[in-house]
Nanobody
Framework: QVQLVESGGGLVQPGGSLRLSCAASRSIFSIYAMGWYRQTPGKQRELVATITSGGYTNYADSVKGRFTISTDNAGNTVYLQMNSLKPEDTAVYYC??????????????WGQGTQVTVSS
């Protein structure tokens, strides 16, 4: 099992910045991708940003130009730099890891979630 530990959430004013981080409990040998998702009450969890082991990134349209996803050299720690934050960014943010198992199957791991609140 891979455990993901998140940090960096909190309260910030509109226009401010936060950086979230997520570290895997062990080195993931066959990582495919890592990413960030977010969820608010009554809504389905939605993709924010993902990054593959090859460095390809994907962002939700609502955060393009404001958020940046990155990893460390080992690819087992993922960061989300959030700039120009808006009240609508308020949500619980979850870290995700996608591990390839036995060459074909995918295993998905989730962090515990960290609250981001954007309010004046």
């Amino acid at each position: 099992q891979v455990q993901l530990v998140e940090s960096g959430g909190g309260l910030v004013q509109p226009g401010g910045s936060l950086r979230l981080s997520c570290a895997a409990s062990r080195s993931i040998f066959s990582i495919y991708a890592m990413g960030w998702y977010r969820q608010t009450p009554g809504k389905q969890r939605e993709l924010v940003a993902t990054i593959t082991s090859g460095g390809y990134t994907n962002y939700a349209d609502s955060v393009k130009g404001r958020f940046t996803i990155s990893t460390d050299n080992a690819g087992n720690t993922v960061y989300l730099q959030m700039n120009s934050l808006k009240p609508e960014d308020t949500a619980v943010y979850y870290c995700n890891a996608d591990e390839v198992w036995h060459g074909t199957s995918h295993l998905y791991y989730w962090g515990q979630g960290t609250q981001v609140t954007v309010s004046s």
